[in-house]
Nanobody, 114 residues
Framework: QVQLVESGGGSVQPGGSLRLSCVAS????????MGWFRQAPGKERELVAR???????NYADSVKGRFTISRDNAKNTVFLQMNTLEPEDTAVYYC????????WGQGTQVTVSS
């Protein structure tokens, strides 16, 4: 069994920055992909960014140029650096990791408001 624990959410003004972290409970496995999804009230969960074991990445168009995903393979940790945050980024952010199946964290709230 794998558990994912997120941290780093919070409230910030438009234009501000936050850094999310997610650590997996096991370091003896290699996730083929780790990433972040988000879900705003009344909307479906959507992919924000994902990074694969070879280091390749993909991003939602809405966050390209503002968000950067990275991972520490040795510690099975994934990060999301979020810059120039906008009110539209307000959502619960979920960590996701894939190892034969998809695993999810419990979510962390990000609120962007003046």
């Amino acid at each position: 069994q794998v558990q994912l624990v997120e941290s780093g959410g919070g409230s910030v003004q438009p234009g501000g920055s936050l850094r999310l972290s997610c650590v997996a409970s096991r370091s003896d496995i290699s996730f083929s992909a780790m990433g972040w999804f988000r879900q705003a009230p009344g909307k479906e969960r959507e992919l924000v960014a994902r990074i694969f074991s070879d280091g390749s990445t993909n991003y939602a168009d809405s966050v390209k140029g503002r968000f950067t995903i990275s991972r520490d393979n040795a510690k099975n940790t994934v990060f999301l650096q979020m810059n120039t945050l906008e009110p539209e980024d307000t959502a619960v952010y979920y960590c996701n990791a894939y190892y034969y199946r998809s695993y999810w964290g419990q979510g962390t709230q990000v609120t962007v408001s003046s």
